[in-house]
């Protein structure tokens, strides 16, 4: 069996962890694929790419053909083969993964992604125009796909760059700013206008866009969720989205300062990881125990790589301080009869900085103005009742919330759009 060059080098820096394949090395891995008959990675991809087919591609030594293949059905390899959660997708359930040697997937993807070529498609106007709120995964996914269908596409972003999530939520030791970067000047060079610092809903309503374009998808994701307690007005207390667009690869920092991460997901490690990498004395405060904790494991573990502890049984109730926080304090838990049941009993911690991570809630900013303002979208399909010509994919409507999935619901938004009077 290879050595994976990709494997993982823990580093108190910004700058990516793991480290790609060469064309040697991801032969030799691809080769090991058993090239099942009924391929468990096929299935458990969200987004529908045909893992066998690309692996047994690259095997062969045809790199371009096997990023053709996966183009199919993932525009964007750069960015999955480094985010996406393999161990519950496509790499848990591998054939060989019961024995512990999974296909490295995800790596043979990001190889196909950096070293293959894709062929050029001459694409004609159709005529038709679409406008697409928000750059996140699902916006740009939807964005590629209706340029390549012939629409002219014009991308609406409230922040300064394009990329949403993948951009600004990812930590750059996962995936680099550049490589969203990248992404988004193959999407400009392709005809795809993007109007950054663009809120829809302030100013530039949705009604506007109906009128002008043929088509408008609605793509603006989720944001942090406060969560209702005394003191998260006071200076240091963040939801999880706005620490990391302020910290996230940021070259500040902050010894000495202390910091309690408050969640027990994917995303809460990332916002420790980020803390601890600016100097900071990092805690996270879970509200169960270890076994509970719905991140991926190997993700807790590079946090506590990093320094991190942690403290569990603690539900946050307040937050105070003078000028800025000082302290936050958790309501203790207990279990009983296998449940976790709040008591009488509290605990403070001193912190600079708390990071609220433990929820989210649907950006719907762009509905102002519309009578779903407030309800939020309830539909089967990516149409919406009751808004003409208007689409949703990504996270606004999509409970999986992992890049693979707003990718899949891109691409059904698209599908809708192309079989329906629109087109």
């Known amino acids: 069996m290879p050595t994976q060059s990709n494997k993982l080098v823990l580093g108190k820096g910004f ?48 790199t371009d053909g096997a990023l053709e293949k996966i183009n199919e ?37 990001r190889f196909a992604a950096e070293h293959g070529k894709a062929k050029e498609k001459k694409v004609a106007l159709n005529g038709k125009k679409a406008a697409v709120v928000g750059s996140g995964p699902a916006g740009m996914a939807a964005a590629i796909e209706l340029a390549e269908m012939g629409f002219k596409v014009k991308v609406f972003e409230s922040e300064k760059n394009a990329g949403g999530i993948p951009f600004w939520g990812i930590p750059d030791y996962k995936l680099p700013k550049e490589i969203v970067e990248k992404e988004a000047k193959k999407m400009r060079e392709r ?29 603006t994701g989720e944001h942090g969720k406060l969560l209702g307690l005394k003191g998260e007005e006071i ?21 000495g300062k202390k910091a309690v991460i408050i969640g027990g997901g994917d995303t809460a490690m990332d916002c420790a990881r980020v803390a601890a990498r600016l100097g900071m ?45 000082e ?16 008591t009488q009993e509290t605990t403070e911690l001193p912190a600079d900085f708390a990071v609220i991570a433990a929820g989210q809630e649907a950006d719907r900013t762009v509905l102002n103005g519309t009578e779903l303002y407030g309800k939020g979208i309830e539909t089967h399909s990516a149409a919406i009742a009751g808004l003409e010509r208007a689409f949703a994919a990504g996270d606004i409507v999509n409970e999986k919330k992992t890049v693979a999935d707003c990718i899949a619901s891109a691409k059904k938004a698209v599908e809708e759009i192309i079989g329906s009077a629109v087109a």
């Open 15 to 62: 700058e990516e962890e793991r480290k790609g394949y060469r064309k040697e090395g991801a032969m030799a891995e691809a080769k090991r694929c058993l090239q099942c008959a009924s391929p468990g990675c096929l299935k458990a991809c969200p987004a529908g790419v045909d893992c066998r087919a690309f692996i047994k591609t690259i095997a062969d030594g045809n």
């Open 327 to 342: 302290r936050v304090r958790f309501q203790k838990i207990k279990i009983e009869k296998e449940q976790f049941i709040a």
């Open 235 to 255: 200076d240091g207390v963040l939801c999880w989205d706005s620490f990391l667009k302020k910290f996230n690869g940021s070259m500040e920092t902050l010894k």
């Open 73 to 109: 059905r993932n525009p964007f390899p750069c960015i999955t083969g480094r985010v996406c959660p393999v161990r519950r997708q496509c790499e848990g359930n591998c054939a060989l993964a019961k024995a512990g040697k999974a296909i490295d997937i995800s790596g043979l993807e």
């Open 191 to 219: 005809g795809v206008e993007f109007f950054l610092g663009k809120t829809v809903g302030k100013g530039t309503m949705l009604s506007d866009l109906q009128r002008e374009f043929d088509a408008v998808v609605i793509c």
């Open 281 to 325: 004395e990092t805690k996270v405060a879970y509200r169960k125990t270890r076994e509970f904790m719905p991140c991926q494991k190997e993700e807790r573990a590079a946090v506590e790589a990093d320094g991190v502890s942690f403290d569990f049984l603690l539900s946050p109730v307040e937050f105070s301080g003078k000028e800025r926080l």
